[in-house]
T-cell receptor, first 115, second 116 residues
């Protein structure tokens, strides 16, 4: 158990809909990261938040957005869903946001299926 | 643009023998490298890491070697155990100011199977 929690575990929804994925980081971790794992793309970095502020962005679609709240939990919002958004979405957390030398600890993931 | 590559999709090893998993990278701005292990339906689990200022790091049965000039790293598992059977990902990150800062770039993974 990494200490990172994600809800829900599974989500099935229809195209065009909007969903929110939730993540609670390990106690004491200030940084939260979101990753997408699809069959053909592997694990892809989406976005990082550090202490409530966006810190780094990857190949995140404009239909996707995220935020980190004062209690440090984070939400990833996915809207106008398409079939190709079906994937595993992982949240990770780390102690610091300013160094690349801090390991990231991953949650169990949310499996999103868009039908 | 695959900046981190694991060229072997799978590896099969006998219990008790050494498992060697390989990873190549192209981005010279990467300065920290990590190995993760992943079981089905679970998130990646951190195994071991190495900074670019070192060429070797050991933790129990796991050793990571880094060859910066070749842009190559490897994970050695000795002795291998059936419970080590999983997907292994190598990942890399860069220092502040670079485009690879603040995120992990993952390889495609290698499926390790350790036979009893």
């Amino acid at each position: 158990d990494s200490g990172v929690t994600q809800t829900p575990k599974h989500l099935i929804t229809a195209t065009g809909q909007r969903v929110t994925l939730r993540c609670s980081p390990r106690s004491g971790d200030l940084s939260v990261y979101w990753y997408q794992q699809s069959l053909d793309q592997g694990l892809q970095f989406l976005i990082q938040y550090y202490n409530g502020e966006e810190r780094a962005k990857g190949n995140i679609l404009e239909r996707f957005s995220a935020q980190q709240f004062p209690d440090l939990h984070s939400e990833l919002n996915l809207s106008s869903l398409e079939l190709g958004d079906s994937a595993l979405y992982f949240c990770a957390s780390s102690r610091q946001g300013f160094s690349s030398s801090y390991e990231q600890y991953f949650g169990p993931g949310t499996r999103l299926t868009v039908t | 643009d695959q900046q981190v590559k694991q060229n072997s999709p799978s590896l099969s090893v006998q219990e008790g023998r050494i498992s060697i998993l390989n990873c190549d990278y192209t981005n010279s701005m990467f300065d920290y490298f990590l190995w993760y292990k992943k079981y089905p339906a679970e998130g990646p689990t951190f195994l071991i890491s190495i900074s670019s200022i070192k060429d070797k790091n050991e933790d129990g049965r796991f050793t990571v070697f880094l060859n910066k000039s070749a842009k190559h790293l490897s994970l050695h598992i000795v002795p291998s155990q059936p419970g080590d059977s999983a997907v292994y990902f190598c990942a890399a990150s860069g220092s502040a100011g670079g485009t690879s800062y603040g995120k992990l770039t993952f390889g495609q993974g290698t499926i390790l199977t350790v036979h009893p």
